[in-house]
């Protein structure tokens, strides 16, 4: 197979270890206008070569584009348009309405795979890439009913060798559920962040006191901007919504508090216990 | 040394194991009102007998109380006049200050030293006692000179056989800065676990998107509200202000989203990448 890879960081690198090691790609060509980051992928012997759209897309057997979204959808449709009849492109973006929404007129439209692998750390650029990153994790392809047989195959192919489960649903319903359950998160780590900056001016005492489950909590919020401004920008709608719901509770505790309403208080905070049943399962199918 | 544990829950059962084990206890006497964790605690070999107050207190050498702190608070100052005159009494919780002003003119106030090691998981009661909790963790001593050099000097020699570094502050100061790095950590936690149940009803839903960073954003959602409720309500001033600045900062965040402030929003998101030279330097020194 020959791959090519637009956009070798995180998530661009970790699936070319992959598919470089498992023999699938018999080639990997990426396409990276960040020329350190290009240098470096490289180096780091996660690309075979460095190439262009023009020369690399049209002989491509499968095209995965992890830039940051806002690249993403500036690129789909030129991008589509390069491909060989055979050539599978895919997304690996953690926006989907917006994307396909460029595209879905587009004559190759069947050539064309929306993907989310659901996973990532909070570091960025091709050294940031690992092995086993994806592994166990789920794996959202949207709208499959607009992609060609073999072009979907081809995409699971690539998913389920990286060790994930494919979930399908439509552009929709994943751009409002990935909201509630990821983008919130990383919104309430960076804001954490900022808050705790803010207040205490001096890094040493936060370095001090941080022991107390503050690490975990925040450590989003050393994501990315570049990647996850555009995410948040391109899924207004639905985080602007879980924004406004995680505000309106966060201001139902603080009444709750500052009214000394204890049992109030006490019944919100048993409620939240509910998430130990959602991860204590996530743990089980960890084992 | 006769040492009695008040509460042997995740923080007093832990205690306990390190103690015993290092040989620093040559009896360990819980004190438990819940029956269920006191057997518990005695089946797990956390203590060696259970006792009562008035029984157990004038003879012990240390008192460590790590019960929930509205009950530390109820049972500071009994403990305390039921010391023998050798006694050190010591508390293990989250807040100070309101714990402190109930003994301040206590005549055995210098028996006593408020101490705070912060070092914890999500999980309580008896069964979640563990070792190496404390290493490598800080602990805080409030309002050093207001106890006795001998009994300040057996709380140290404890904290640092649990493997804390000891940190000195006064209680007033103690509960501000933990209101910023660990009860908002915990808040916003919590609240983020009942805003995304609250709208992904089915929770399968969240457990097959989960892996996109919520896990580890939302595990303190988990943690016990019997500990906590009486930590937010006893330091309500600080965490209110915590809460608020927090608030303030996520409709800042949300505005500049709304109004398609691109370059705000970038803003907002690198300045908490500052957060990241913190993180960094803790996990420095862990290695």
Redesign the interface.
């Known amino acids: 197979m020959n791959v090519v890879i637009v956009g070798v960081g995180l998530i661009g690198g970790s699936v070319a270890l992959e598919l470089k090691e498992s023999g699938f790609a018999t080639t990997i060509t990426g396409i990276e206008t960040d020329s350190e980051n290009a240098a470096q992928a490289l180096k780091l012997g996660l690309v075979d070569r460095l190439g262009t759209l023009e020369e690399s897309i049209p002989k491509a057997d499968l095209v995965v584009i992890s830039t940051p979204v806002n690249i993403i959808e500036e690129m789909i449709s030129p991008i589509l348009s390069l491909a060989g009849p055979q050539t599978t492109v895919s997304d690996f973006g ?1 926006t989907k309405e917006s994307i396909t929404s460029h595209i879905s007129k587009h004559p190759k439209r069947e050539q064309y795979v929306p993907a989310h692998p ?3 750390t ?1 570091n960025s650029g091709p050294q940031a890439a690992i092995k086993n990153l994806f592994r ?3 794996a ?1 392809i949207c709208d499959r009913d607009q992609s060609g047989k073999q072009h979907l195959q081809a995409v699971e192919k690539v998913l389920k060798l990286l060790g994930m ?1 494919c ?1 399908y649903m439509n552009s929709k319903e994943h751009d409002r ?2 909201a ?3 983008h ?17 001016r001096d ?1 040493a ?19 990315s ?2 990647m ?2 555009p995410i ?2 391109q899924n ?1 709608k639905n ?2 919504e ?6 309106r ?3 139902k ?2 009444n709750s ?2 009214k ?1 309403n ?1 049992s109030e ?2 019944s ?12 204590d ?2 743990n089980k ?1 960890k084992t």
């Not at 005492?205 to 994501?223: C, H, M, Q, W």
């Not at 879980?242 to 505000?247: S, V």
């Open positions: 953690s659901m996973a990532g909070e166990g994790k789920t959202v489960r979930l559920h990935v509630f359950v990821s919130l998160s990383h919104i309430s780590s960076f804001i954490l962040a900022n808050t705790v900056l803010d207040i205490e890094t005492t936060i370095f001090d006191l941080a022991s107390g489950g503050f690490e975990s909590t925040v450590r989003l919020g050393k994501s901007p570049e996850w401004a948040f920008e207004k985080v602007l879980a924004l406004e719901a995680y505000i509770h966060l201001e505790f603080r508090l500052s000394e204890t208080t006490r919100i905070l048993s409620q939240a216990n509910g998430i130990r049943r959602v991860l399962s996530i199918g």
